[in-house]
């Protein structure tokens, strides 16, 4: 398999294809059974393109992304693909990771290495990837019962809960009040609000900078 005409095959067909399409998720599926045999040979970008496309798959079909998800980053040195990859390419990585609720010992190191990853990169972070990286570190918190929004996922005890809360407190809500009069996607928006909210920022002037 050419990893690099397959992820650009995949980036092609993703905005050509209709996501329901029978061939697309056809092909989709195909390429899942196959990553064991070419996941030890995928760089960082290569990385990031295969979880994206697998996280593109429908509700019924999760199960087989997850796994092909969890086939990839079991087989690649996780830490050191993360530390290589775009900030966009880590957004992409632990967005699909969270969309297919594959949060467990397998996919565990992946937000390890990007929360010392992205804690150094404050200053680079954008409403986009704040949008993202929240809403994905999120689902690795404590479900409550006011945010059942959040209580749909797969998770074991894997990553300190408590790590992830100060994640949010030292680097990611920072650099969302830092950035708050960027955001211009609604998306975006939505997305950092509610986990912002998942991880204790419950009061209205902690969240007043998004709202202006």
């Known amino acids: 398999v050419d990893i690099a005409l397959l992820c650009n095959a995949l980036i092609k067909l993703n905005v050509a294809a209709d996501s329901s399409a029978p061939l697309w998720l056809e092909f989709l599926h195909r390429v899942a059974e196959l990553t064991p045999r070419f996941a030890a040979r995928c760089g960082p970008q290569d990385l990031a393109h295969l979880t994206a496309a697998f996280a593109s798959l429908p509700k019924s079909s999760h199960d087989i992304g997850r796994q092909a998800c969890r086939d990839l980053l079991r087989s690649v040195r996780v830490q050191d693909h993360i530390t290589k990859v775009s900030?966009?390419?880590?957004?992409?990585?632990?967005?699909?990771c969270a969309r297919l609720r594959a949060l467990d010992g397998v996919t565990a190191p992946a937000f390890d290495a990007a929360m010392w990853r992205v804690s150094r990169s404050g200053f680079q972070l954008k409403p986009?990837?704040?949008?993202h990286l929240a809403l994905a570190f999120?689902?690795?918190?404590?479900?409550?019962?006011?945010?059942?929004?959040?209580?749909?996922?797969?998770?074991d005890e894997?990553?300190?809960g408590s790590k992830v809360a100060a994640f949010f407190t030292s680097t990611l809500r920072p650099?969302?009040?830092?950035?708050?009069?960027?955001f211009a996607d609604p998306k975006h928006l939505a997305f950092t609000v509610m986990a912002l909210v998942h991880a204790g920022c419950r009061t209205r002037e902690e969240v007043a900078p998004l709202e202006a």
């Open 87 to 96: 900030l966009e390419g880590v957004c992409a990585i632990l967005g699909s």
């Open 128 to 131: 986009a990837h704040l949008g």
């Open 138 to 155: 999120a689902r690795w918190l404590p479900v409550s019962q006011l945010h059942t929004d959040f209580g749909d996922h797969l998770q």
């Open 158 to 160: 894997v990553l300190d």
């Open 175 to 182: 650099a969302v009040l830092r950035v708050a009069s960027a």
